[in-house]
């Protein structure tokens, strides 16, 4: 599954502020998320939204998924 592919189903699951998928062999993936949907919200249930949104391609296409998912403010906070 092209890092491309994933993207787009996060993207039309999750109101993405800001959104990065790397995915070199296809298989194991490295996420960034940035949603203002994760206000409230903590680490695990983000993971779930992000994992729900990904569905079966979990069980099928994806192998590993490493996830930062952050609020806009948490992510401002880290270049600072």
């Not at 990065?20 to 296809?26: A, F, I, P, S, T």
């Not at 391609?57 to 880290?78: G, R, V």
């Amino acid at each position: 599954m092209h890092p491309n592919e994933v993207k787009k189903l996060l993207s039309t699951h999750i109101d993405c502020h800001h959104l990065e998928v790397y995915g070199e062999d296809q298989r194991h993936y490295e996420t960034t998320v940035v949603s203002s949907d994760f206000n409230g919200l903590m680490k695990i249930k983000r993971h779930r939204m992000i994992y729900d949104a990904l569905g079966d391609h979990m069980i099928s296409d994806i192998h590993a998924l490493s996830i930062k998912a952050y609020t806009p403010e948490e992510y401002a906070n880290l270049s600072q």
